[in-house]
């Protein structure tokens, strides 16, 4: 199994997940047209395709959405070759999530709620869906690059 590395840009609240295998057992297009059927699988809108990479997105209104990628506002897949190894980046931004945490935040203090139980409440839920989100990418990073059973023979 394949190292999954990770790197994590806090201004930008976002997180990246990098993992290398051999292009012999998983060229780019193949690992594209897996993250892209995982993702939609998970009920991501996929946006920008182009042969090496392709960003995606939360569906708003969907009934196949479901919540362990919803909590990302927008993400981006990216493969490249370095010589006979195949890169696939899969990232992700909480920045949406954070500044409607943040208006509702203020909505609840403007309506005398108080500060503790409303920023500790916003609090516990950005990083619960931070933390289950990316524990999400890092399941369909793993199942990308996992070798199919036709490649092992």
């Known amino acids: 199994m394949a190292q999954i590395a990770s790197s994590w840009q806090v201004w930008l609240l976002a997180f990246e997940l990098r993992v290398e295998v051999s292009s012999h057992l998983l060229s780019e297009s193949l690992a594209l047209e897996r993250a892209r059927a995982e993702l939609e699988d998970s009920g991501a809108r996929i946006l920008e395709p182009s042969p090496e990479s392709f960003r995606f997105r939360n569906r708003v209104f969907s009934l196949r959405r479901t919540w362990s990628v919803g909590s990302i506002a927008a993400g981006r897949v990216r493969t490249q070759r370095s010589g006979e190894r195949t890169v696939v980046t899969i990232g992700g931004s909480f920045m949406v999530s954070l500044l409607s ?6 909505v609840c203090v403007a309506l005398g709620w108080p500060v503790y ?15 289950v989100a990316y524990s999400a990418l890092r399941q369909i990073l793993a199942r990308v690059v996992q070798p199919s059973p036709t490649s092992a023979a």
Do not use: I, K
Request: no cysteine.
């Open 117 to 131: 139980f409303t920023l500790g409440l916003v609090g516990f839920v950005l990083v619960f869906n931070g933390v």
């Open 101 to 106: 945490g943040l208006v509702f935040s203020f």
